[in-house]
């Protein structure tokens, strides 16, 4: 078993910034990669980054690209993800999510264990 646990959530004002973190524990192991997805009600969860065991080579979404930032942090698997110039549209709740199979994916079928999720509201 993989436990994931997010934090960081919370209220900012639009072109605010808040860093999301991802801490990882149980079973995972080294190759595991971790993902960032958000999901408002009514609509499907979505795919907003995703970071390799490596750290390199990270992928965002359209979206988000030149706005967010994925990374590993020195601790082992914790992840974070930096988000800058929030707009209201960026409001939702953000998980975490780790997968065992190579390569990034922003279906959420493909991603074996989750967190419980933090809540992001952008709102002046």
């Known amino acids: 078993q993989v436990q994931l646990v997010e934090s960081g959530g919370g209220l900012v004002q639009p072109r605010g910034s808040l860093r999301l973190s991802c801490a990882a524990s149980?079973?995972?192991?080294?190759?595991?990669?971790i993902g960032w997805f958000r999901q408002v009600p009514g609509k499907e969860r979505e795919g907003v980054s995703w970071?390799?065991?490596?750290?390199?080579?990270?992928w965002y979404a359209e979206f988000v690209k030149g706005r967010f930032t994925i990374s590993r942090g020195n601790a082992k698997n914790t992840v974070f993800l930096q988000m800058n110039n929030l707009q209201p549209e960026d409001t939702a709740v953000y998980y975490c999510?780790?997968?065992?199979?190579?390569?990034?994916?922003?279906?959420?079928?493909?991603?074996?264990?989750w967190g419980q999720g933090t809540q992001v509201t952008v709102s002046s």
């Open positions: 970071i390799r065991s490596s750290g390199r080579n990270p």
């Open positions: 149980g079973d995972i192991t080294d190759y595991y990669g």
């Open positions: 999510a780790a997968k065992s199979t190579y390569g990034p994916s922003s279906r959420a079928i493909d991603y074996e264990y």
